[in-house]
């Protein structure tokens, strides 16, 4: 055979979905893979059946169907303080992963430099990578995840065209608060680079924490890239709806990288998905104080347990401290990924490995998420339980 490309050698495959397909495999509560496991709204589920029917069922405009692009336009427009042209400055995309990607082609060319905060949502680095860009990674330090300023303008001195900002931030629940979004733009403007965010959890917010658009801040619309998705606000991870916003330059052409890639989102889950664009804004509070209860929730029953964990400032992700397992006599010697398997195969409950987040190195977190019933969570914690009688 043929020899393969440099790249494909240079990162694994999602550490997260591999830790999904084991669950199945086992039976176990899946908290690794960040999915809800209830309907999505039923509004949006009867525009579906409607579309199943009537469609459209073809090729809609690649970058995106027209009311789509528009309603969109709306919603957004409201969080980013400006009137965002639906012709001009939208790319429909396959998911919040094709938006990030189409992104980082569209703005790097080989050889350049992108920085990145770790703990990262683990495609970050890939996307570099396969957009020929070389990551550089920014600490966030714990408990409360800050950064060091100064290095990111180190980074920007070494020549970064972008940084991405994950807001807030998968895994570690940080909320980038707007004095911090402001000194970030500020280097990007001075070093002339781009911003490119995921907001995919722009409304998984916590008080006393708000979410602010990096694109809504002086100066920084022509020097933003928004990727987002309407998989975790509307519960349809598996639609694969994403998008784009950002200045027209960039966006068109994004369009063409786009259309190389996927051609087009589906025709018939951008009709029905238009429906929830609409929603008013009590659905985004309603969402936000059911995702504040199961935090809360989650988290009094990891307490109870005696877990270690973190108080996430957004999103739904927890992370564990496990290294008093890991201290342990039967576990001398584990990595964070073996303990995750033993998790899935002895306790029934299915996490991610910290490790596949962090550039250093970290071996003493997992990841779990809340996006789940009452029930779900119920039994998750009930099965947990047992990591105690380790200790005994």
Known sequence: ??????????????????????????????????????????EIMDALAKAAHEGPHQY???????????????????????????????????????????????????????????????????????????PIYIPLVPPQYNFDLKLVEEGFRQGAKAIIVCNPSNPCGKVF????????????????????TDEVYEHMVYAPNTHTCMAS???????????????????????RLGYLIGPEEVIENAKKVHDFLTVGAAAPLQEAATVGLKFPQSYYDDLLATYTEKRAYFL???????????????????????????????FKG?????????MIMNIGVAAVPGSSFFREEVNH????????EKATIDEALARLEKLQELKK
Request: with cysteine; charged share 25%; hydrophobic share 40%.
């Open 60 to 134: 809609s405009i690649t970058f995106g169907a027209e009311n789509f692009r528009e309603a969109l336009a709306e919603k957004q427009g409201k969080a980013i303080g400006r009137k965002i042209d639906p012709e001009k400055e939208i790319v429909v995309t396959c998911g919040g992963t094709e938006a990030m990607m189409c992104a980082m082609m569209t703005i790097c060319n080989p050889g350049d430099k992108v920085m990145v905060f770790s703990p990262f949502y683990e495609n970050y680095g890939a996307d570099a990578i396969l957009s020929g860009a070389e």
């Open 300 to 330: 009094e029953g990891l307490d109870k347990i005696g877990l270690k964990h973190n108080v996430p400032q957004g999103t739904y992700f927890v992370l564990i401290d496990i290294q008093e397992f890991l201290d342990l006599p039967q």
């Open 177 to 196: 608060s707007k004095e911090e979004l402001m000194a970030i733009g500020k280097l990007a403007l001075q070093y002339d680079a781009f911003v490119v």
């Open 334 to 342: 584990y990595t964070d990924l073996e303990f995750c398997e033993w």
């Open 217 to 239: 801040l002086p100066g920084m619309y022509e020097h933003t890239i928004t990727c987002n998705s309407l998989s975790k606000t509307y519960s349809i991870t598996g639609w």
């Open 365 to 372: 977190l997992i990841r779990l998420h809340f996006a789940r």
């Open 1 to 42: 055979m043929p020899k393969l490309s440099d790249r494909v050698h240079t990162f694994t495959d999602s550490v997260i979905r591999r830790m999904t397909r084991i669950s199945d495999e086992h039976g176990a509560i899946n908290l690794s893979q960040g999915f809800p496991d209830f309907d999505p709204p039923q």
